[in-house]
């Protein structure tokens, strides 16, 4: 889903390298919840969890060095995780300029394998 407002949240995160990434990289526990309340649990490993939790924290533009696209496109068909593109306009006298941001629109939280599993504490 598309929408089109006049400038991104000012909290909206430029990803230049690996380095702006979160650190994590082994497997991760993420309930996922649609807004029609249904939920479900995925796990989700290197790259996909560091794009999955740098969207938790904030927006992200979509332009990218560390190609986050190919991943956001991964989430949203293979985890049926909603990520909306945001798309932004500036005007610059003779240039315009258009550009997008990632936002989550599912609600994503980070759960303990063990309470993912069902099992007792």
């Known amino acids: ?3 089109e407002q006049k400038r991104p949240s ?6 230049m390298s690996s380095r702006d990434l979160p650190r994590k990289r082994h497997d991760g526990w993420f309930r996922v919840t649609k807004a029609d309340g249904s939920a479900s649990v995925i796990v989700l490993r290197k790259r996909k969890r560091q794009v999955l939790e740098t969207l938790m924290r904030s ?3 979509c332009a990218s ?14 985890y049926g995780i909603a990520i909306e593109t945001v798309y932004f306009e500036e005007d ?3 240039d315009v300029t258009r550009y997008g ?8 939280e980070y759960v303990e394998r063990r309470a993912a599993l069902g099992v007792a504490a």
Do not use: E, F
């Open 10 to 15: 000012p909290n909206t995160r430029w990803i």
């Open 1 to 3: 889903m598309a929408q």
């Open 59 to 61: 927006p992200i533009y």
């Open 65 to 78: 060095p560390v190609r986050l696209s190919d991943i956001v496109n991964l989430l949203r068909h293979n």
């Open 101 to 108: 941001v990632y936002c989550l629109a599912d609600k994503v």
């Open 92 to 94: 610059h006298g003779d």
